[in-house]
């Protein structure tokens, strides 16, 4: 008897007119928009210029979102190349499909392209964004659950999400929503970055590599739970295999990072005032604020030599019984 479970949409899109609007699209455009105000908040902070994070996202995200399908189409290729298949859809996205691995990783280059235009030290802009990568994460994985697509193992759970729908052989009935997990995983990968960079002030990407260190733990358990169809390798999906390299991978290049290169990033972008939202107008008032402090200091430097002069004279006068009138 079901007591409780997590309904699934009844569609995935809604039809504004002629315009398809879908629910993986928006998830993903949310998510880009809050890894990137995150961002730009974390890069003001580091003393970077207001606006920077937007510029290289510029780069970053078309690169990201095809690095993500291409990987999805590359581990999934029967899915569009096989017989009876058209393999048009390999181009369609908004149907679902962007392997997270093939996403950073073309993203960084994308990344690096912006980051090397505007003369800023990659490894910065990386421990910057981070946090906000995993957000981004947490809500783009609710487009899967407008999909109903990459759901777990059947269950009566409370939390348990509902299937309805037949296409592409899935079996109506309750599974683990894996997609609910991994969300609440990302999140909490978030917040470990963040209170870890302010803890331990992190710096030269390790930020950025703990993300995906954290990542990747969370990633090999609710992979292991899906039930869609995927390629295994000594009887491990590969996405578990890709989560365990990479975590290797991530944790090895924090400990080599932090014994050659400790510490922070002392500047992160050239020609960026240490509040990292200067304008020139504001550099200029700060250049006149300090002159006038300047000044100021001057005077009443001068005005305590004065003062220590006349006690002087007056100590001198009293040593030989004069009286100055």
Not at 30 to 36: L, T
Not at 227 to 254: E, P, S
Request: hydrophobic share 45%; net charge negative.
């Amino acid at each position: 008897m079901e007591l409780a479970y997590i309904p699934s949409p009844s569609r995935g899109v809604i039809h504004l007119g002629p315009i398809p609007l879908r629910g993986y699209a928006f998830c993903i455009i949310i998510g880009v928009f809050v890894a990137v105000w995150l961002g730009n908040k974390r890069w003001i902070a580091r003393g970077g210029r207001s606006g920077t994070v937007a510029d290289i996202a510029v780069w970053a995200v078309p690169f990201g979102l095809v690095g993500g399908r291409l990987y999805h189409v590359i581990t999934d290729y029967e899915l569009y190349f096989s017989e009876g298949r058209d393999w048009v859809d390999a181009f369609k996205i908004w149907e679902g499909g962007l392997g997270i691995w093939g996403a950073i990783a073309l993203g960084a280059l994308g990344a690096w392209i912006g980051c090397r235009r505007r003369g800023i030290p990659m490894p910065a802009y990386a421990d910057a964004v981070a946090p906000g990568i995993a957000l981004a994460q947490a809500i783009g994985r609710w487009g899967n659950w407008f999909n109903q697509e990459l759901y777990g193992r059947e269950t009566d759970v409370p939390w348990a999400l509902k299937i309805t729908s037949s296409t592409d052989g899935r079996v109506p009935g309750t599974y683990h929503p894996t997609f609910l997990y991994e969300s609440l995983w990302c999140i909490g990968v978030a917040v470990l970055v963040i209170w870890a960079d302010r803890r331990f002030k992190l710096g030269h990407g390790r930020a950025f590599a703990l993300y995906v260190a954290s990542y990747c733990v969370g990633r090999f358990w609710v992979e292991y739970m899906r039930v869609d169809d995927a390629h295994h390798i000594l009887g491990l999906r590969l996405n578990n295999w890709t989560a365990l390299i990479v975590f290797l991978l991530a944790v090895a290049y924090i400990v080599i990072s932090a014994k050659k290169r400790p510490g922070r990033e002392a500047v992160v972008e050239p020609g960026a005032g240490a509040s990292g939202g200067e304008t020139e107008g504001d550099a200029d008032a700060g250049a006149d604020s300090a002159a006038e402090a300047k000044d100021e200091d001057a005077k009443g430097e001068a005005e305590e030599d004065v003062e220590e002069e006349v006690k002087e004279d007056v100590k001198d006068e009293a040593g030989t019984g004069t009286k100055k009138t």
